[in-house]
């Protein structure tokens, strides 16, 4: 069964520290996509990246930057230098490539809680 | 902004009631889903429409019900609630079929649902 863990629970650092936040998932399917959401204390899920099991390179945006690693079975997230605006709750989600009678559903995390303070 | 938009942003019902939550979709999204999120946890996939049929479900009884409007909007119905049911309830588009998982979820707000 597919499942998604994020082990941290919560996380603090100071501004300006480099924070990574640890996503393992496991599939049985060959075709699948991962993801990762923020969602800060307003409750609304923001969208922050979607990669397919197929392409393994590690991407950057800005502060933030995405490790793939199929081997482990890891998605892990950075920011780099973090701000206090950072400060959320972050989920890693887990989508198979088959159409199943679950349709299409995005499994998530329990999220890790990251606090940056000034 | 997304532009998925959900009422009401709160909403506070007694155990037994019926409750009607709403969300509307971009335009173009053909596909909705709605998840469950109790507090402390990750949202969990309550079921999913595309074109106003049903498209998949997660593991919730049937007293969870949903509809989907030709002009992007959608509900989904709590009968007879719990206490457990309390919850914040998301609502996410997808601008395509949603099949094979390639489509981006874009969710709203929420509704923040409270059984007493």
């Known amino acids: 069964a597919q499942k998604v863990t994020q082990a941290q629970t919560e996380i603090s650092v100071v501004e300006k520290e480099d924070v990574t936040l640890d996503c393992v998932y496991e599939t049985r399917d060959t075709t699948y996509y991962l993801f990762w959401y923020k969602q800060p204390p307003s409750g609304e899920l923001v969208f922050l990246i979607r990669r397919n099991s197929f392409d393994e390179q590690n991407e950057i945006s800005g502060r933030y930057s995405w490790n793939f690693q199929k081997s482990t079975s890891s998605f892990n997230f950075t920011i780099t230098a973090s701000q206090v605006v950072d400060s959320a709750v972050y989920f890693c989600a887990l989508s198979e490539g088959t159409v199943n009678q679950a349709g299409t559903a995005l499994i998530f995390g329990k999220g890790t809680t990251l606090s940056v303070s000034s | 902004e997304t532009g998925v938009t959900q009422s009401p942003t709160h909403l506070i019902k007694t155990r037994g009631q019926q409750v009607t939550l709403r969300c509307s979709s971009q335009?173009?999204?053909?596909?909705v889903s709605w998840y469950q999120q109790a507090l402390g946890q990750g949202p969990q996939f309550i079921f999913q429409?595309?074109?106003?049929?049903?498209?998949g479900r997660g593991n919730f009884p049937p007293r969870f019900s949903g509809l989907q409007f030709p002009n992007y909007s959608s509900e989904l119905n709590v009968n007879a609630l719990e206490l457990d049911d309390s919850a914040l309830y998301l609502c996410?588009?997808?601008?395509?079929?949603?099949?094979?998982?390639?489509?981006?979820?874009?969710f709203g707000p929420g509704t923040r649902l409270t059984v007493l």
């Open positions: 996410a588009s997808t601008p395509g079929r949603g099949s094979l998982g390639t489509d981006t979820q874009y």
């Open positions: 429409y595309y074109r106003e049929e049903e498209n």
């Open positions: 335009s173009g999204h053909n596909t």
